[in-house]
């Protein structure tokens, strides 16, 4: 059982950066590959980065590339995204997942099995 616990969003205007974590409770963190979506008022459920369980290996959809970085300490039990150059399309509230499969699709919903009650940002025009 993995507990997930988001913190660091707000409102901030667009062209302005915010750093999210996302805090683990368990001894098993370091095993699971992490992942970070968001979901916007009226739309589904997006994919916003993932990492693997050792850091080495980092994925990104188009929409964030180059503006969104995320990391991992395994000492601290927490993952991080730091999010550059927010523009309002990136309104939404975040949400920081877990996947123990390796292996699963790392951009899919499904593929996670424990999720965080979620951060909202709010980036102004």
């Known amino acids: 059982q993995v507990q997930l616990v988001e913190s660091g969003g707000g409102l901030v205007q667009a062209g302005d950066s915010l750093r999210l974590s996302c805090a683990a409770s368990?001894?098993?963190?370091?095993?699971?590959?992490m992942g970070w979506f968001r979901q916007a008022p009226g739309k589904e459920r997006e994919f916003v980065a993932a990492?693997?369980?050792?850091?080495?290996?980092?994925y990104y959809p188009n929409s964030v590339k180059g503006r969104f970085t995320i990391s991992r300490d395994n000492a601290k039990n927490t993952v991080y995204l730091q999010m550059n150059s927010l523009n309002p399309e990136d309104t939404a509230l975040y949400y920081c997942?877990?996947?123990?499969?390796?292996?699963?699709?790392?951009?899919?919903?499904?593929?996670?099995?424990?999720w965080g009650q979620g951060t909202q940002v709010t980036v102004s025009s």
């Open positions: 997942a877990a996947r123990r499969d390796s292996t699963a699709q790392a951009m899919a919903v499904k593929s996670y099995n424990y």
């Open positions: 990492i693997s369980w050792s850091g080495d290996r980092t």
């Open positions: 368990g001894r098993t963190f370091s095993s699971y590959a």
